[in-house]
């Protein structure tokens, strides 16, 4: 499985997006001949095979990487989890997330999943400073101070400023996380310097070497690990 957006990529043209057409013939052409014959088990030889043949494109080798998990799982008749070095806990919290619509249908869509017991709610923002705003403040009134809000601007505030000004009224409404405000590292670096909330990072982190990255220039206090933007289960773990 590879779930590719042709509009998803790294910040300055860093990764690029990905079909579900070029998924599949880069799987079809590259990658299943170049680990044909391989034990799925042995997921390191795998990727280097795969790299090999291939540069980027990590999300048609994820669909490879998962392929090769759920083989060796069924193979030796354990759970995933046991590949990755064995289950930690038994469950997580989720996070709610509502997307860029009209805000009485934000606050209609947040006031449900809480009654489903949702405990945090996340929100799309970054098209329009006041909206954004607005948004968190009502949530926070319908909602209460019992459940967690989080923002995530998706890279669309046009400037450092603007991110800045507008996470600070946000935070006098009590949000306790911002997502990737704005496009790249060194200016992640400059808003996570200004605002309280700890920022995360999303489009700045898809391989080990972007971590190190944002580790270095204190621009992200966590990060959205996806399993498919570093390459798979196996890059994701590293």
């Known amino acids: 499985e590879a779930p590719a957006i042709a509009t998803w990529g790294g910040a300055h043209g860093r990764y690029y997006g990905e079909t579900p057409e070029t998924v599949k013939h880069l799987v079809e052409a590259y990658l299943v001949p170049a680990v044909r014959g391989l034990d799925p088990a042995e997921i390191a030889v795998v990727h280097q095979r795969m790299d090999r043949v291939l540069k980027g494109n990590p999300y048609a ?3 490879v990487d998962i392929a090769c998990h759920d083989l060796a799982g069924k193979a030796q008749g354990v759970p995933v989890s046991a590949l990755l070095g064995g289950r930690v806990r038994d469950g997580i ?20 999943a809480v009654a489903e017991g949702v405990g945090t709610i996340k929100c799309k923002t970054g098209l329009d400073a006041d909206r954004d705003v607005e948004l968190v403040r009502r949530l926070r009134e319908k909602l209460g101070d ?4 989080r923002v995530d601007g998706n890279e669309g505030y046009r400037s450092v400023q603007e991110a800045v ?13 911002c997502e990737q405000p704005v496009a790249g590292a060194e200016k992640l670096a400059r808003v996570a310097e200004r605002i ?3 920022v995360m990072a999303d489009e700045s982190a898809w391989t080990v070497h972007d971590i190190l990255e944002l580790h270095e220039l204190h621009a992200a206090e966590c990060f959205s690990c996806y399993v498919t933007k570093p390459g798979g289960l196996y890059r994701a773990r590293q």
């Open 61 to 63: 080798k994820a669909a």
């Open 93 to 112: 919290e989720i996070a709610h997330s509502l997307g860029i619509m009209d805000l009485d249908r934000c606050v209609a869509e947040a006031e449900q």
């Open 146 to 149: 019992a459940v967690r809000i």
């Open 165 to 177: 000004e507008t996470t600070k009224r946000q935070e006098a409404h009590g949000i306790f996380l």
């Open 196 to 198: 309280d909330v700890p």
